[in-house]
């Protein structure tokens, strides 16, 4: 089988190996898209130096073949989606149902082992909780976007948004674009802040029913004027810095909730007046990874096509083509870029 490994900065070998067999609990996967998230783009563009690296960790495959022990019914041929999970099951954070935080979730270098999550090969052996069956006529490449779905998910149910809430979504990338179009979902209004003027439109496409440029509209007098003064009932923060964070907080209703989703980077505190928690009950949290659940309930959505994601899908490439994949992946004009295997 071929696999891609990243080698150095801006250098991606295929090679030529053995195809795996699984063991115990094992499933081997024969994958037929990978999206490159910024994870693998960070090796790619030398931004993460640690290589040889084996990326892929957005996967849509089928089932190969069944190690024993296996408990999940699955069949040869099966349509799935493989959400890269570590989970031991046994720490305290898997016990309480917190499995996205498990303590020894993180995956680290053994010798002797190739590095990485490993999705970007014709076949890949995985733990058969990394599997989850989707619809069989499921677009591949839809497949791609689940492990995303999954941690956006999370990030909506966080926002606790009920039929007729507001929700101000902060940023129009792929994240802030799958949070608009769960928090459609869920009934709400959404009013997207983006200074970028294609990315405010795609939004709008994508479902949001404002979409205002914060460099030139006051987003919080926005927010109150299309709220009867209120206030966002859920305000969630994909992308910008300390001032949108800021300006989130001040655009919620009493009891809102702020679900911090992006990263801030580099990062510094943010100032807020504790009565303002006190008198007006904000909530403040963040959201982070998909779990087993949230993984879940993704396969349901897509399998049921709830949600529409080919909006999303920007550009596909050819394995022998992953260098010039790697570099639209990196382009602000693209949103996911996938690679296709065996055509
Ligand atoms: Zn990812
Ligand atoms: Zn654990």
């Not at 802040?193 to 440029?213: C, W």
């Not at 909730?257 to 510094?268: C, M, N, Q």
């Not at 006190?278 to 993704?298: F, L, N, P, R």
Request: proline fraction near 4%; charged fraction near 25%; charge should be negative.
């Amino acid at each position: 089988m071929k696999r891609a490994v990243i080698t150095a900065k801006r250098t991606v070998e295929i090679q030529d190996v053995e195809v795996p067999k699984p063991g115990p609990g094992q499933v081997l996967i024969r994958v037929k898209a990978v999206g490159l998230c910024t994870y693998e783009q960070r090796y790619f563009s030398g931004g993460v130096e640690d290589y040889p690296f084996h990326g892929g960790h957005e996967i849509c495959g089928e089932v190969a073949e069944v190690g024993p022990g296996v408990a999940q019914k699955l069949d040869v041929g099966q349509k799935v989606v493989v959400i890269s999970l570590t989970r031991c099951g046994e720490c305290y954070f898997c016990k309480r149902g917190l499995d996205h935080l498990c303590e020894n979730g993180d995956e680290s270098h053994e010798p002797g082992v190739l590095w990485g999550p490993g999705g970007l090969a014709e076949y890949m052996l995985v733990r058969s909780y990394e599997v989850f069956p989707v619809a069989q006529d499921i677009d591949e490449t839809w497949g791609t976007v689940a492990e995303p779905i999954g941690c956006v998910l999370r990030s909506v149910e966080k926002g606790n948004l009920r039929y007729g809430d507001v929700a101000v979504v902060q940023g129009a990338g792929i994240m802030g674009l799958l949070h608009v179009k769960l928090a459609c979902l869920k009934g709400a209004t959404v009013i997207v802040s983006e200074p970028d003027e294609a990315r405010r439109t795609k939004a709008l496409e994508a479902g949001a029913h404002y979409a205002v440029n914060p460099l030139e509209t006051d987003l919080v007098t926005f927010v109150r004027e299309k709220t009867d003064g209120r206030g966002a009932e859920a305000c969630f923060f994909t992308a910008g810095g300390n001032k949108a964070v800021e300006e989130g907080m001040k655009s919620l209703v009493k009891c809102g909730t702020l679900v911090i989703y992006g990263s801030v980077r580099p990062a510094s505190p943010v100032g807020f007046i504790p009565n303002d928690v006190h008198y007006d009950e904000i909530v403040i949290t963040g959201a982070i990874k998909t779990t087993k659940d949230s993984s879940q309930q993704t396969a349901r959505l897509l399998s049921e096509r709830s949600i529409d994601v080919s909006d999303l899908i920007t550009e596909t490439y050819p394995l022998e083509q992953i260098e010039t994949a790697f570099d639209r992946a990196m382009s602000a004009q693209t949103y996911r870029v996938v690679v296709l295997f065996n055509g």
